[in-house]
């Protein structure tokens, strides 16, 4: 941490920011220029100390972080790619993990087809929400509790582990009998009170990136899941909001490298969310398996046209299967499989 | 809402959109101009219905909403303003709420100080937080369960009501009992489970806005609580997340008079979350009762240099009570008291 | 056009409505619900009108477009996908065009060794600023003037057309003697004193999206250039300002397959200025070809350590010539070739 | 400037960062961390380098800069607020300056109209733009070279200074003699070509916020303006663009007090820009105020059902000088008149 003394800080300014740091234990250099004073904070865990403990001090003009303030989840916490299994299924493994299914789950017949589908194409998890956050208090909220035995019938019938979301703390004990991977939507990217019931859960979870959460937040995020010993954490770039309209979120596929570089978690895409239209779902799934993802959540129903939940977002089983074949050359061309 | 088809759009298309319509109960009326035609959809509880539900159908171009997807929280539901009583306050009323307290609470004393500081300078309702949602899980988190019977303590010996923030659905009930309002954080404001219980509280409820929520997402949050019964309503424009980095959030005081225009609402404004840092606190607060708001949600904590969370936007007790000073002539200037 | 009328608006504020549509020779059509009328205005002309024209009369309460505002720059304009030469080189065919150079020329060397690199890789033409716009008005402005013989020279002693930016309207006629294409830089996308002299220019232009404009506004501006017969324009997505800082701008590939639906125009993806690092402009130009782009805008610099400008978002030559390399399977995958 | 070297960055690699700095004459100071080491970069002129120059070299993580990249416009340049006059009106004083009239110039008529309006609210400064920038290369754009002599006409009639927009950096000279306050348009605010020639003008120039720049960019641009000689800079919040589309834009009034922390220049604020219906300006005009802005650029047409640009923004006469008879109240209550 580096702070930034105001010109003509006095004496005794510049030894509170000092002994303040040393009061954390924390190293301090002193660097004296001709118009200021610039007080080096570099011990090994400035990370987790917040700068405003700097900031707030009189004659403190600025307190800039240069340790990164997530720490479970950075490659300086762990150098190795995270790579773990869900059943057979490896994630962050060379082989790209399509996650495929309707948003919503309506009925066994709609879900068991969706699964004959994604199996077919290619993908290795199913998807399908049973509670289903909606901005409206209005709209289909999912079949809840009813799902959960319907979930548990599906996988084991198609052979297909389950991803699905989970939106109240104390549900993550029961879904987790009947899901394989419990997944924490957008909108609850930092409800703590849920990352940390997860963070003790028996299996996987997907954590979307939050509609406006800066790559250094969501990091922090997955710190809450790694803090109490769950290391199965899959990171979801599902696009973030901007003053752009002609897709639903803009798909941040920067972030792909980014998250290579600073951590070690995989990473996945799902393109269906931040596109917003069936038409425009194929070109960001290819791109974001160029870019380097390690794989894709993908939105199909066996009919979107009667979907009750997100059908304009949605592939058909034909044209998720087109798909799935033009996505094969594009992932051997940055050397992965499908 | 408006349907467009695309240019050729064929009979049989436009007829299946003229179908669903009228199989949601909704009246249709075809406008057939020289190059398209376009479906006016225009029953009462079209705000209701989904755009995707017309949009997923072949040959349509684009699906326009002219109803307001909220409806409890609107205007039209509800013509008159709404205004309540916490305990002897009025909120909604002629003379602003003010709100003041620290960040988190840390001790009896701290938090009986700022009662004491908060009633001098005018303010009626005192906040302070005992579950605190931070971005990292080693930050320090709040009193928790500890801090209940000290909130019920402090408010009667102060004789201020209370503000504080919940973030579990299940801890409603029980803090109902130690609080008089429950804040909903703006990390929080669609976590639908927690607004659902809240719904159905004995208590009023202060709903800050998400960080990067529209006007019109933030109201259908609203509509979550109040679609049980629960008919006192706060919302607390607090800064939305934008590009700049000068201030943490940027304030949107239009949010101000939109709100009054489509909403029967009360609206008070947090500047201390918006502005990040003490010194900025002054000017956004007097624009925001300028500007029209029912009233002000300030950080204030006897000592911010030893804070335990946000210390460096709080208040110190003697900044507050000048700022409570200023801002009598500027509530007078546009017909309000403090 | 919708117009939708205020609950109880008058009947002389529908005719005033209809009037004005009627006096601007635009087709009506009246829609009256149980709640309010809503104005059906469909002629073909009404993207050329602004919505204000009606959104300001009395018992008004909104006017939402249904045209797009843009005309030229539209399918429906143009059905077939624009294609032309520079040079030898077809822009907008299956093969991708690769625009590669350093940000700014500093001097004949320095060019003409990019020029050969850029070559060796299978670029077809060759970028180079000689009018550099800085934030700052002490950094490095450019050759300026002196540049032109310089481009002209390294331009026909190694066969590559040059792309060259242009900032003031009254350089367009000097500096197209020199330059095969003319750019606009992101920060003049909406200087329309330079677009209106562009589109009377003798030579493509390659229309960079502005920092924080919309796909709209982009076409909107691509308008300009067409309005005076330029048909030869490209469009360059170089990333939107968002709230995001781990890259320097948020690429929005999700333009691309938005730009093959509403335009006919070719649109090339500059991943250099997005990312903002070298490290990250690989992952993000294979991301770009396999989304569809016609073709990429690369930064290479003969010896990025010693740029007088943008030196962090520039490949070396090994770097440029190895990501070459990896292109060529993604764009096959997408049946381009490079 | 603060360099971060990456852990187990070598000696060699520490060494070129030293060297490069002292190659440009700035201060170098180590710091050894147990981590990693961190070299402080102290000199005074530190602000006008890139932090690229440094970012380039290998074993280089970060570079953070301390020292503002902005100069001419900063606190630390000149110490006490800029104030200088137009005619007689003092712009920066204790009076707040107010700057009415219509969008567009479009006949004698109406811009005496507007001034006589203007003036009887107690407006010092009359607006009208004769070119105008639009969208759509369809819209009107102004009375252009035509409008020269209306401006001066009206001026010079009703006693009232002119403020209008300049687009083209060949313009500048003329339009300085018919004008007393020479306008830079939201979209121009990065337009170099424009600002270097306006820096050399014998006028003030009030320079509007970029729609997505930051306050640094911003006072860079200031710096422009500044570069040659001329110190009559105005700046001019108008809004900045977000995802809310409730206002045309997001009018952020958090710059107000960061500017006057670190800039010496006036700044005026347009509320009408940032609200797009006249519905919002009142309130968000007397925020402004309260806010501390040293004026208001407000919009307002005799009759803006008919205006040819922006009518729904416009205020009508009467609404005018309802809002100047609010805002009196508002400025008095921030120790300020009109």
């Known amino acids: ?48 100390v917040s700068t405003d403990v700097f900031a707030v001090l009189p004659g403190v003009e600025t307190v800039t972080r240069i340790m990164k303030p997530y720490k479970l989840a ?12 869900v059943g057979d299924v490896v994630i962050g493994g060379a082989r790209l993990v399509i996650i495929a299914g309707p948003c919503a789950v309506e009925s066994e017949e709609q879900l068991a ?15 399908g929400g049973i509670f289903k956050p909606r901005t409206s208090p209005f709209s289909f909220h999912g079949l809840e509790e009813e799902g959960y035995s319907l979930l548990d019938k599906v996988r084991k019938q198609e052979g297909l582990p389950v991803v699905t979301e989970v939106t109240d703390p104390h549900q993550v004990e029961e879904m987790a009998k009947y899901a394989d991977v419990l997944q924490v939507g ?25 509609l406006c959460a800066t790559v250094t937040e969501w990091l922090m995020a997955a710190d809450y899941l790694l803090a109490e010993g769950n290391e199965r954490v899959i990171l979801c770039e599902r696009g973030i909001r901007t003053f752009e309209t002609s897709t639903r979120f ?23 969310h931040a596109a917003g239209h069936f038409d425009l779902v194929p070109s960001l799934a290819k791109a974001a398996v160029a870019a380097g993802a390690d794989g894709l959540l993908i939105e199909m129903h066996p009919d979107p046209q009667n979907a009750l939940c997100d059908g304009l977002q949605s592939l058909t089983p034909n044209d998720f299967l087109r798909l799935m074949d033009e996505l094969k050359p594009v992932a051997e061309a940055v050397g992965r499989t499908i």
């Open 1 to 48: 941490m580096i702070v930034e003394m105001k010109t003509g800080a006095s004496q005794t300014q510049v030894d509170a920011v000092v002994n303040r740091a040393k009061g954390l234990d924390l190293e301090v250099q002193l660097n004296i220029g001709t118009d200021k004073v610039v007080v080096a904070i570099v011990g090994g865990h400035t990370g987790g």
């Open 74 to 85: 950075s490659r300086e916490f762990k150098q190795e790619k995270t790579q773990f299994n």
């Open 113 to 127: 087809e969706a699964a004959r589908v994604a199996r077919q194409g290619g993908a290795s998890l199913l998807r």
């Open 186 to 210: 957008a909108r609850n990217m930092q409800n703590y009170a849920l990352l940390r019931e997860l963070s003790k859960a028996p299996c996987p979870v997907l954590l979307k990136r939050g």
């Open 250 to 272: 803009t798909l941040d596929l920067g972030a792909i490298p980014v998250i290579r570089k600073v951590s070690h978690l995989p990473i996945v895409v799902d393109p269906s």
